[in-house]
């Protein structure tokens, strides 16, 4: 099992990862009831493409990568209306 720690700007992702398989858990949608349907979808999208990569060996850990998770987040909040 391998767990890992993604920081991006004030939030967090957590990620398990089992063999090919695992889990993410991020603080973006802790309160995902009170969150505009759309606004949810697209961060479980965001999500579950970081879950894919860790999965597939990508280091989500990288500086690269962290950059363009957080433009991307930054993205969907500035053009969510």
């Known amino acids: 099992m ?3 720690l993604l920081k991006v700007g004030g939030d967090t992702m957590f990620i398990t ?3 090919n398989q695992g889990t993410i858990r991020s603080s973006f949608l802790e309160d995902s009831d009170n ?3 759309e606004l ?3 961060l479980d999208a965001i999500e579950s493409l970081v879950l894919a990569h860790a999965c597939a060996g990508i280091n ?3 500086i690269p990568d ?3 998770l957080e433009t991307s987040i ?3 909040f500035n053009n969510k209306d």
Request: hydrophobic fraction near 40%; charge should be negative.
């Open 2 to 4: 391998k767990e890992i």
């Open 74 to 76: 930054e993205a969907i």
């Open 60 to 62: 989500v850990q990288s």
């Open 40 to 42: 949810k979808n697209m």
């Open 66 to 68: 962290l950059q363009g």
């Open 35 to 37: 969150l505009d349907p």
């Open 17 to 19: 990862l089992n063999e």
